[in-house]
C-alpha cells in the first residue's frame, strides 16, 4: 500500500481524558532540539515538510539498513554536500534523548531514519519573535516571514543588542517553550503522519503507530519537568505502557494518539499560561522554569526545575561553579561583563548568550556548546561539538572532536588549541564521552551569515552569503591560561597537565616563551647587582606588573579570588 500524501483528520475525543496538572504529567518540548539541533542550510528547511518528507521517507527506508543510513546516503536523498551530511548526522546525534543516546556510535552507524525524519521535520520552525510584536502570539513558522523588526535587531552589535532597552522585550524561557509547543501543537498531525503506517480500514483506523514508531515522539517531547529520567516514552503513555514484552504489541490508531497529544498539549499551555500569570502578580521565585532575561546589572544565579543552571549579570568580579554546584545537566551563562567565570564541571549542554569582555571556562560539555551574541569574549573548553553565531572579537580555546560551527554575521573571531586544566579535567571528560586524541579546533565549518529560524527578516540575497570564518590564533601569541589551585575542584583529580596534545607550531611556542622566562630568571639572579639596586629592580617590576593589572582588567579577578 502506499503512503498517504495527507495527513489523517483528528478524531473526536477518544482514549483518556485530558490529563491533569500534575507536575510528574505535564509534556514539554525537548528544548535540546530546539536550541542547539537547528542548521541553518536552505535545502533542509523546506515551505511544506509533509510534501517533501512522505517521498524521502520511502527512499531513505529503501536505502537503509535496519532503518538506520549513513551520511552518504544522506548526501545523495537531500542532495547536499558530504561536509553537511555529517553536520546533519552529528547535530542529530548531539540532540538524541538520553533514552535514545548512542555515544561512541560512528558514522558507519549512521542514524534513525524516523528521528533523521523529525529532525528534518523540526527544521522548518521559526524561533519566537520579540514580545513587542504585534503577532508576538502567533507561531511564525513559515519562512520566509517578515517582520516589524526588519534589519533592527540584527543591525545592533551583540553588545549593543544585550544592553539596548529592547532586551527587555527578549522571550522568557516560558515564552519559548509555549511557542515551540504550539508549534508541535500546530503540526502534529502532519509529524504523526510521518511516523505512522497504513492499514486497511477506512477513515481514522487507516494509520496505526507501534510502540517503535510511538517512541520516536520522545526525540521532540518529554512528560515532567525531569524528563523521562531514561525510561521511555510509551511506559508514561496510556497505550503501551503495560504492555507485555514477550508479547507483539498492539498497534494504536494514529488519530488516538494525536487527541490524546492534543489534550496533553493544551494542559501543558494552559499551565505555562497560569505560572507566568502568578508571576506577573506576584513575588518571582528564583527555582522557577520561567527565568527571564534581567538586566546586565542584576545579577541572577538559579536553578531551573528543567534541570537548567542560569549564571546570569555577572558583571566585574570572578565567579565559580563546581559540579556539585550544578544541578542538571545543562547551564545558561547570560549577559555578563568584564568577568572570570569558571564552570569546573561534567555538562551535556551549555549556552554563553550576550556576554561581553569576559574570560569564560567551561568544565566538559559531552552533547553541544552555543556561543551567541557576544563581543570581546575568551572561551575555554573541552566539547563535542560546538556552534558560534553572531559574534565579534572573540577567541575560543577548543578541545573539539568535532568541527566547530560558525554562522550568523561574525567580525574578527580567532580559534586556538585548548590551554588549561583542572584536576578533575580528565575525569569530567570521560563522563561525557570527550575524546582527548581529537581535537578539530582548526577545522571550522562556516556556514551562512543569515539564520532561516530567526523570525526578524534579511534583506534580499544576504541569505546566500556565507558566514565569516575564524582565523587561528599566531602561536607566537599563544599561552596558557591557569586556573588558580583552588579553584581547581573540592577533591583531587588526576589531571596534572593539558590532557589535548598541542600542535607543534603553538608547542615550539611554548617551550620558547618557558625557556625565555627561565633566562630571564636567571638573568635577574645572576645580575652583579647591588643589594639597593636589586630591590629597585623588583619595585620596577611590581609596578609594571600592577599597571598591567589595572590596564587589562585583571586586577578585580584578583581581589575577587582573594576574597572568596
Same mark, same amino acid.
Not at 527506508?61 to 537531500?78: G, K, M, P, W, Y
Not at 562556516?446 to 565569516?468: C, I, K, R, T, W
Given at each position: 500500500?502506499?503512503?498517504?500524501?495527507?495527513?489523517?483528520?483528528?478524531?473526536?475525543?477518544?482514549?483518556?481524558?485530558?490529563? %491533569?496538572?500534575? +507536575?510528574?504529567?505535564?509534556?514539554?518540548?525537548?528544548?535540546?532540539?530546539?536550541?542547539?539541533? +537547528?542548521?541553518?542550510?536552505?535545502?533542509?528547511?523546506?515551505?511544506?515538510?509533509?510534501?517533501?518528507?512522505?517521498?524521502?521517507?520511502?527512499?531513505?527506508?529503501?536505502?537503509?539498513?535496519?532503518?538506520?543510513?549513513?551520511?552518504?546516503?544522506?548526501?545523495?536523498?537531500?542532495?547536499?554536500?558530504?561536509?553537511?551530511?555529517?553536520?546533519?548526522?552529528?547535530?542529530?546525534?548531539?540532540?538524541?534523548?538520553?533514552?535514545?543516546?548512542?555515544?561512541?556510535?560512528?558514522?558507519?552507524?549512521?542514524?534513525?531514519?524516523?528521528?533523521?525524519?523529525?529532525?528534518?521535520?523540526?527544521?522548518?520552525?521559526?524561533?519566537?519573535?520579540?514580545?513587542?510584536?504585534?503577532?508576538?502570539?502567533?507561531?511564525?513558522?513559515?519562512?520566509? %516571514?517578515?517582520?516589524?523588526?526588519?534589519?533592527?535587531?540584527?543591525?545592533?552589535?551583540?553588545?549593543?543588542?544585550?544592553?539596548?532597552?529592547?532586551?527587555?522585550?527578549?522571550?522568557?524561557?516560558?515564552?519559548?517553550?509555549?511557542?515551540?509547543?504550539?508549534?508541535?501543537?500546530?503540526?502534529?498531525?502532519?509529524?504523526?503522519?510521518?511516523?505512522?503506517?497504513?492499514?486497511?480500514?477506512?477513515?481514522?483506523?487507516?494509520?496505526?503507530?507501534?510502540?517503535?514508531?510511538?517512541?520516536?515522539?520522545?526525540?521532540?517531547?518529554?512528560?515532567?519537568?525531569?524528563?523521562?529520567?531514561?525510561?521511555?516514552?510509551?511506559?508514561?503513555?496510556?497505550?503501551?505502557?503495560?504492555?507485555?514484552? @514477550?508479547?507483539?504489541?498492539?498497534?494504536?490508531?494514529?488519530?488516538?494518539?494525536? @487527541?490524546?497529544? +492534543?489534550?496533553?498539549?493544551?494542559?501543558?499551555?494552559?499551565?505555562?499560561?497560569?505560572?507566568?500569570?502568578?508571576?506577573?502578580?506576584?513575588?518571582?521565585?528564583?527555582?522557577?522554569?520561567?527565568?527571564?532575561?534581567? @538586566?546586565?546589572?542584576?545579577?541572577?544565579?538559579?536553578?531551573?526545575?528543567?534541570?537548567?543552571?542560569?549564571?546570569?549579570?555577572?558583571?566585574?568580579?570572578?565567579?565559580?561553579?563546581?559540579?556539585?554546584?550544578?544541578?542538571?545537566? %545543562?547551564?545558561?551563562?547570560?549577559?555578563?561583563?568584564?568577568?572570570?567565570?569558571?564552570?569546573?564541571?561534567?555538562?551535556?549542554?551549555?549556552?554563553?548568550?550576550?556576554?561581553?569582555?569576559?574570560?569564560?571556562?567551561?568544565?566538559?560539555?559531552?552533547?553541544? *556548546?552555543?556561543?551567541?551574541?557576544?563581543?570581546?569574549?575568551?572561551?575555554?573548553?573541552?566539547?563535542?561539538?560546538?556552534?558560534?553565531?553572531?559574534?565579534?572579537?572573540?577567541?575560543?580555546?577548543?578541545?573539539?572532536?568535532?568541527?566547530? +560551527?560558525?554562522?550568523?554575521?561574525?567580525?574578527?573571531?580567532?580559534?586556538?588549541?585548548?590551554?588549561?586544566?583542572?584536576?578533575?579535567?580528565?575525569?569530567?571528560?570521560?563522563?561525557?564521552?570527550?575524546?582527548?586524541?581529537?581535537?578539530?579546533? @582548526?577545522?571550522?565549518?562556516?556556514?551562512?551569515?543569515?539564520?532561516?529560524?530567526?523570525?526578524?527578516?534579511?534583506?534580499?540575497?544576504?541569505?546566500?552569503?556565507?558566514?565569516?570564518?575564524?582565523?587561528?590564533?599566531?602561536?607566537?601569541?599563544?599561552?596558557?591560561? *591557569?586556573?588558580?589551585?583552588?579553584?581547581?575542584?573540592?577533591?583531587?583529580?588526576?589531571?596534572?597537565?593539558?590532557?589535548?596534545?598541542?600542535?607543534?607550531?603553538?608547542?615550539?611556542?611554548?617551550?620558547?616563551?618557558?625557556?625565555?622566562?627561565?633566562?630571564?630568571?636567571?638573568?635577574?639572579?645572576?645580575?652583579?647587582?647591588?643589594?639597593?639596586?636589586?630591590?629597585?629592580?623588583?619595585?620596577?617590576?611590581?609596578?609594571?606588573?600592577?599597571?598591567?593589572?589595572?590596564?587589562?582588567?585583571?586586577?578585580?579577578?584578583?581581589?575577587?579570588?582573594?576574597?572568596?
Amino acid at each position: 500500500m502506499t503512503e498517504p500524501t495527507e495527513p489523517f483528520a483528528p478524531s473526536s475525543p477518544v482514549g483518556p481524558t485530558a490529563p %491533569s496538572k500534575d +507536575l510528574t504529567t505535564v509534556v514539554h518540548p525537548r528544548r535540546e532540539l530546539f536550541e542547539h539541533g +537547528l542548521l541553518p542550510i536552505p535545502k533542509l528547511i523546506f515551505s511544506d515538510p509533509t510534501l517533501t518528507l512522505i517521498p524521502l521517507k520511502q527512499k531513505l527506508l529503501e536505502q537503509s539498513a535496519n532503518n538506520r543510513v549513513d551520511s552518504a546516503v544522506i548526501a545523495d536523498s537531500l542532495q547536499i554536500s558530504n561536509d553537511h551530511a555529517t553536520l546533519v548526522l552529528d547535530t542529530l546525534a548531539s540532540v538524541l534523548p538520553p533514552v535514545k543516546d548512542n555515544s561512541g556510535e560512528n558514522d558507519a552507524v549512521g542514524v534513525d531514519v524516523f528521528d533523521l525524519l523529525l529532525f528534518l521535520y523540526v527544521q522548518s520552525y521559526k524561533k519566537l519573535l520579540p514580545r513587542t510584536h504585534k503577532d508576538s502570539a502567533a507561531v511564525s513558522d513559515v519562512w520566509p %516571514s517578515t517582520s516589524a523588526f526588519d534589519g533592527y535587531l540584527s543591525a545592533l552589535s551583540p553588545l549593543q543588542l544585550v544592553r539596548s532597552n529592547s532586551r527587555r522585550f527578549m522571550p522568557s524561557q516560558a515564552d519559548e517553550e509555549a511557542h515551540q509547543l504550539s508549534y508541535l501543537q500546530k503540526h502534529l498531525a502532519n509529524i504523526l503522519s510521518l511516523l505512522a503506517e497504513p492499514v486497511e480500514g477506512e477513515g481514522d483506523e487507516s494509520l496505526v503507530l507501534t510502540m517503535d514508531r510511538f517512541e520516536h515522539l520522545g526525540f521532540l517531547i518529554q512528560f515532567g519537568d525531569k524528563g523521562s529520567g531514561g525510561n521511555s516514552l510509551s511506559q508514561v503513555s496510556p497505550f503501551f505502557a503495560n504492555s507485555d514484552p @514477550d508479547m507483539p504489541d498492539v498497534p494504536v490508531p494514529a488519530a488516538q494518539v494525536h @487527541d490524546w497529544l +492534543l489534550q496533553n498539549i493544551a494542559s501543558a499551555l494552559e499551565y505555562i499560561s497560569e505560572r507566568t500569570s502568578s508571576k506577573e502578580n506576584g513575588p518571582g521565585n528564583a527555582s522557577d522554569q520561567d527565568v527571564a532575561m534581567t @538586566d546586565a546589572c542584576a545579577v541572577k544565579v538559579s536553578t531551573g526545575t528543567r534541570g537548567t543552571s542560569f549564571i546570569e549579570g555577572i558583571s566585574k568580579s570572578s565567579y565559580v561553579k563546581h559540579a556539585s554546584d550544578i544541578k542538571g545537566s %545543562s547551564i545558561k551563562v547570560l549577559n555578563c561583563q568584564e568577568s572570570a567565570i569558571y564552570i569546573l564541571a561534567p555538562l551535556r549542554y551549555a549556552t554563553v548568550y550576550g556576554c561581553s569582555d569576559a574570560t569564560i571556562v567551561l568544565g566538559a560539555v559531552g552533547k553541544a *556548546v552555543r556561543i551567541e551574541h557576544c563581543e570581546r569574549v575568551h572561551v575555554i573548553v573541552a566539547a563535542k561539538r560546538i556552534c558560534i553565531a553572531n559574534c565579534r572579537e572573540c577567541v575560543f580555546f577548543l578541545g573539539v572532536n568535532q568541527r566547530p +560551527l560558525v554562522i550568523g554575521d561574525n567580525h574578527k573571531l580567532q580559534v586556538a588549541p585548548y590551554n588549561t586544566f583542572y584536576s578533575q579535567l580528565e575525569e569530567h571528560m570521560n563522563e561525557v564521552g570527550i575524546l582527548p586524541t581529537v581535537n578539530r579546533w @582548526d577545522e571550522p565549518l562556516a556556514l551562512g551569515m543569515v539564520d532561516h529560524h530567526d523570525s526578524l527578516s534579511h534583506p534580499a540575497g544576504v541569505s546566500d552569503v556565507q558566514a565569516e570564518s575564524a582565523t587561528r590564533v599566531d602561536p607566537d601569541q599563544f599561552t596558557n591560561f *591557569v586556573i588558580p589551585n583552588w579553584l581547581g575542584g573540592e577533591s583531587t583529580g588526576y589531571t596534572e597537565n593539558n590532557p589535548f596534545t598541542l600542535p607543534d607550531a603553538y608547542m615550539a611556542s611554548q617551550l620558547r616563551n618557558q625557556k625565555n622566562l627561565g633566562e630571564i630568571r636567571q638573568l635577574l639572579r645572576e645580575a652583579p647587582l647591588e643589594e639597593s639596586r636589586k630591590k629597585e629592580l623588583s619595585s620596577a617590576l611590581h609596578v609594571y606588573f600592577k599597571d598591567w593589572l589595572y590596564a587589562s582588567g585583571n586586577i578585580r579577578q584578583l581581589y575577587c579570588l582573594l576574597g572568596e
